[in-house]
């Protein structure tokens, strides 16, 4: 559900994605053993991850 200030992000390989793209407060891209996600975190909470190599936001 696109809620007023949301974003729309590129978006792969999660269950959020609708054409390869999502909506959310903050876009992420991350690569862990080669592996890529790219999609959406939907409140600026879910962003602090400062344990977490390779976590771009």
Known sequence: ERKEG??????ENTYA???DTC???ICFYSKH???VVRACLTTS????VPNVPGLYS
């Open 33 to 35: 053993h080669e592996r």
């Open 17 to 19: 994605c609708v054409n």
């Open 23 to 25: 909506w959310g407060r």
């Open 6 to 11: 949301d974003i729309q992000c590129s978006c």
């Open 45 to 48: 909470e879910q962003c602090h």
